[in-house]
């Protein structure tokens, strides 16, 4: 069995998220504990107890998300469990770098902690939105985009899947591209509850913020390969680090291209660290007969190594 992790990104925030690790895990009490030093407050108090408002704003939520992935990755490796490949969305791809050995913790930390700060100051608030189009394909959603834009920034932000397409920019763009889906066959086409247009070109100013925060940090090539989101290449290699991190801010997460690159790599067991289990529903859209085990608590971790020891035995047979 070829096992890869994936790692969840903005969105998959919930209160209580890694407290059950927390307590059962020396590994990952010591990197809440970290996470703390690094970022000058109480981010595991955010975590474990909200309030939930506070802890959905975009400069918190990205450090205590990967915080808390984090930790779940650390309780998985202190029970032999860990990947041989890795990839994120969006956020979650500093969390698999991190877990790849390639940034420092303490760095990306910090660092995530700047690009919500970063990405939410980029554009005024109300002045940018985000939708999900349902229903229509890739090149279907890009003609769409095209229409809607009308001098304005309409784009293409997730590929989740391929009838499942986030796009961004301005509102009003954005909007008219909602209205758009639906009168050409898209399916339960909504806005979302979203603070920012994330990964549009809105958020270039985001990426020109952040290059030195990626420049002051340490990095080494990673253990273990990492599918990248703007794409879906693999980062073998320290040099590929910074730019394509920098380069994702503005960029689409091109998420369905990441976990086919996954498989076309020799992963045979995917498994979702930290949480949320939005990742292993998209699995299932992307990879034929794939199953995906998510470990957002310790009772996941229990399952998925069971699975995982199940799917070796069977692939020994």
């Not at 981010?43 to 704003?57: I, K, S, T, Y």
């Not at 796009?167 to 086409?189: D, F, P, Q």
């Not at 979702?272 to 608590?297: F, K, M, T, W």
Request: net charge neutral.
């Amino acid at each position: 069995m070829t096992t890869a992790f994936l790692f969840p990104g903005q969105g998959s925030q919930a209160v209580g998220m890694g407290k059950a690790f927390y307590e059962m895990s020396a590994g990952a009490k010591a990197i809440f504990e970290e996470a703390n030093d690094a970022v000058g407050f109480d981010l595991m108090r955010l975590a474990f107890e909200g309030p939930e408002a506070e802890l959905a704003l975009t400069a918190n939520t990205q450090p205590a998300v990967l915080t808390a992935s984090v930790a779940a990755a650390t309780a998985c490796a202190e029970r032999g469990l860990r990947p041989a490949l890795a990839a994120g969305h969006s956020l979650g791809e500093y969390t698999a770098l991190v877990v790849a050995g390639a940034v420092r913790f303490s760095d990306a930390v910090r660092i995530v902690r700047k690009r919500g700060e970063f990405m939410q100051e980029a554009v005024p608030v109300g002045t940018g939105a985000m939708a999900a189009i349902m229903g229509l394909e890739l090149p279907a959603v890009e003609r769409i985009c095209a229409d809607a834009a009308q001098g304005d920034v309409a784009e293409i932000a997730n590929v989740n899947s391929a009838l499942q397409i986030v796009i961004a920019g301005h509102r009003a763009a954005v909007e008219r591209a909602v209205a758009l889906a639906t009168e050409r066959g898209g399916k339960m086409s909504v806005m979302l509850p979203v603070s920012a247009p994330f990964h549009c070109s809105l958020m270039a100013p985001a990426g020109t913020r952040l290059a030195p925060e990626l420049d002051a940090a340490r990095v080494t090539d990673p253990r273990v390969p990492v599918v990248r989101n703007v794409d879906a290449g693999v980062t073998r290699k320290a040099e590929d680090v910074r730019p394509f991190l920098l380069r994702q801010v503005a960029s689409p997460v091109r998420w369905t291209d990441c976990v086919q690159r996954l498989a076309s790599e020799g992963a045979t067991a995917f498994v979702e660290v930290g949480p949320g289990r939005v990742l292993s529903g998209l699995l299932r859209r992307i990879v034929n007969g794939a199953r995906g085990q998510s470990i957002e608590d310790p009772a996941g971790l229990e399952k998925a190594l069971t699975a995982v020891a199940g799917g070796a035995a069977e692939s020994r047979s």
